[in-house]
């Protein structure tokens, strides 16, 4: 598959596989809090909010990750030139026909046909950095610059990496919110 078809079509899936059943009990979209005060600090039992912006971080934990990333797909300008953090397995994709290869931090997440979804972003590292990548399937945290770019007529987002840290301890593969 072309690139041009595929990173578009992650994208719609991406907002298709988290539209669906989670608005906010008060009306509001997930990303509603990121204009509210920061949140205190508190241990991290679940409970919180599905992100946090107290040290100017964008964060995105896994009990809502689906619902933020389509947040962040759905109101860029919001987002774009803002550090986030995330978690998630390390993948990369050739294509043929650029002759390029695209690295991405994912969960599983619901697709068209069961559990067939990924949900995260493509990441990379800035000009002249070290470029080393971990292995497949490692699990990550991502901590870079949320920016956009062109290629070949279509506006695609990234990661620009601050840093690319495996972990020993993974979270949750699969999400679904």
Same mark, same amino acid.
């Given at each position: 598959m072309r690139k041009t078809a595929f990173l578009p079509a992650l994208c719609l899936l991406l907002i298709l596989s988290g539209?669906?059943?989670?608005?906010?009990?008060?009306?509001?979209?997930?990303?509603?809090?990121?204009?509210?005060?920061?949140?205190?600090?508190?241990?991290?039992?679940? =409970?919180?909010?599905?992100?946090?912006?107290?040290?100017?971080?964008? *964060?995105?934990? *896994?009990?809502?990750?689906? =619902?933020?990333?389509n947040d962040i797909y759905l109101n860029q300008d919001d987002y774009l030139g803002k550090t986030i953090r995330y978690e998630g397995m390390f993948t990369q994709y050739h294509w043929d026909d650029t002759d390029?290869?695209?690295?991405?931090?994912?969960?599983q997440s619901p697709g068209c046909c069961g559990a067939d979804g990924q949900a995260g972003f493509e990441v990379v590292w800035p000009e002249g950095a070290d470029s080393t990548y971990p292995s497949e399937n490692d699990w990550c945290q991502v901590v870079g610059t949320l920016e956009?770019?062109?290629? =070949?007529?279509?506006?695609?987002?990234?990661?620009?990496?601050?840093?690319?840290?495996?972990?020993?301890?993974?979270g949750a593969e699969f999400v679904s919110q």
């Amino acid at each position: 598959m072309r690139k041009t078809a595929f990173l578009p079509a992650l994208c719609l899936l991406l907002i298709l596989s988290g539209c669906q059943r989670y608005p906010l009990a008060d009306g509001t979209s997930p990303g509603a809090a990121q204009d509210a005060a920061p949140a205190q600090s508190a241990p991290d039992d679940g =409970a919180q909010p599905a992100s946090s912006q107290a040290d100017g971080v964008v *964060e995105i934990k *896994e009990k809502m990750f689906i =619902a933020q990333l389509n947040d962040i797909y759905l109101n860029q300008d919001d987002y774009l030139g803002k550090t986030i953090r995330y978690e998630g397995m390390f993948t990369q994709y050739h294509w043929d026909d650029t002759d390029m290869t695209y690295y991405m931090v994912y969960r599983q997440s619901p697709g068209c046909c069961g559990a067939d979804g990924q949900a995260g972003f493509e990441v990379v590292w800035p000009e002249g950095a070290d470029s080393t990548y971990p292995s497949e399937n490692d699990w990550c945290q991502v901590v870079g610059t949320l920016e956009a770019y062109d290629e =070949a007529g279509q506006s695609y987002l990234h990661i620009v990496l601050d840093s690319l840290t495996v972990l020993q301890e993974r979270g949750a593969e699969f999400v679904s919110q």
